[in-house]
């Protein structure tokens, strides 16, 4: 079983910006992908970004060059460093990890408990 907590959420005016985290813990296999989703109210759950252990980044339009995601290995943590941020980034965002045990062929996902980012006009 693995552990995700997250922290950093918080209230901030458009232009701000704001340092999410999230630690994992438990049973962690050494291919892994971490990512960052969100949420706002009535919406879908959106992909934000991601980051492979050996440091491949992925992101979504609305937040390239404003985000950058990036990861501790020895500490399985990620971080989301959001600058420039705008009231439509408002949203429950949501650390999540995906990891592979080579020696079953079995995927594990996990989430965390989501952490609350409201930008003011």
């Not at 970004?49 to 339009?61: D, P, V």
């Not at 990861?71 to 009231?87: G, W």
């Not at 965002?93 to 930008?119: A, E, H, I, R």
């Amino acid at each position: 079983q693995v552990q995700l907590v997250e922290s950093g959420g918080g209230l901030v005016q458009a232009g701000g910006s704001l340092r999410l985290s999230c630690a994992a813990s438990g049973n962690i296999f050494s291919i892994n992908t971490m990512a960052w989703y969100r949420q706002a109210p009535g919406k879908q759950r959106e992909l934000v970004a991601s980051i492979t252990t050996g440091g491949y980044t992925n992101y979504a339009a609305s937040v390239k060059g404003r985000f950058t995601i990036s990861r501790d290995n020895a500490k399985n943590t990620e971080y989301l460093q959001m600058n420039s941020l705008k009231p439509e980034d408002t949203a429950v965002y949501y650390c999540n990890l995906g990891t592979y045990d080579s020696g079953s062929g079995s995927y594990y996902n996990y989430w965390g408990q989501g952490t609350q980012v409201t930008v003011s006009s």
